[in-house]
């Protein structure tokens, strides 16, 4: 393969080949990126973290497949690591878009510029706020990583693209007030979808958060504020 079209093929760390949860009511495959700029303690794919120079899994074997199965799932969602780290992904969704699925996205809104960029080709997009925007670096171990955070969120809602909103929570990272008022200032931004999912240890490295969590985190009174504040909100136990 010439270099200058290596370039331009998206590095797949791996594939999902069927998911009812990935994109809200559609059966999908989930295409995961390499490479993530953030180190979140609780992140259970560390190894899609690092580009590699040969992805495991080549974009045209992933066209392939998705060949084979159009009439069988609904929709492709690019995932990661973070997908919007990858300059082919905007070629890949056109491709996939070419075979008639629908295309959903998971980003944790780091690079707006990208973003901007793909979501008029998107019809779902599923974005990560990970804490209050000046506590992000606690949670990605980088500092400055809450920078771009609310231009995205707003680059988002302003594009009418169906969304969800969500933010993992441990108490080791957030406390009931951290997500109380994360919930306030996501509110007034003019978020209407928001979900809240309990850490789970699949895959965590991070031996610190690697503990049961309370049976009353977040307490009542905090689900009910959040309840209160959102049209739509999930509480996701198992995600």
């Known amino acids: 393969m010439p270099a200058a079209t290596a370039l331009r093929t998206l590095k797949v760390g791996g594939i999902t080949k ?13 295409v995961f990126v390499q490479g993530c ?16 120079a040969d992805a495991p899994i080549t974009w045209a074997s992933v066209l392939h497949l998705l060949r084979q199965r159009v009439g069988f799932i609904d929709a492709v969602v690019f995932s990661g ?17 070419q075979l008639g699925f629908a295309v959903g996205l998971h980003t944790a809104c780091i690079y707006p510029r990208q973003l901007q960029a793909i979501l008029p080709k ?23 990583s809450g920078q771009h955070i609310q231009a995205c969120t ?26 109380v008022n994360l919930a306030y200032d996501l509110s007034v931004m003019g978020v209407t979808n928001y979900a809240i ?43």
């Open 81 to 97: 690591g973070e997908a919007t780290i990858d300059p082919a992904l905007s070629s890949a969704i056109d491709e996939v878009r």
């Open 197 to 239: 999912q309990l850490f789970r240890s699949l895959g965590c490295l991070d031996t610190n958060l690697q503990t049961n969590l309370p049976n009353d985190y977040p307490d009542a009174t905090t689900l009910q504020t959040l309840q209160d504040l959102f049209p739509k909100f999930t509480l996701r136990q198992n995600h």
């Open 154 to 179: 707003q680059m988002i809602l302003a594009s009418g693209v169906d969304y969800e909103c969500r933010t993992t929570v441990h108490p080791a990272l957030l406390s009931s007030e951290d997500i």
């Open 37 to 52: 700029p953030w180190r979140c303690g609780y992140c259970h794919n560390p190894h899609l973290q690092t580009r590699t």
């Open 18 to 30: 069927f998911s009812s949860t990935d994109y809200p009511g559609k059966l999908s495959l989930v």
């Open 122 to 144: 998107l019809d779902w997009v599923g974005f990560d706020i990970k804490a209050p925007f000046h506590r992000y670096p606690v949670v990605t171990g980088k500092a400055d």
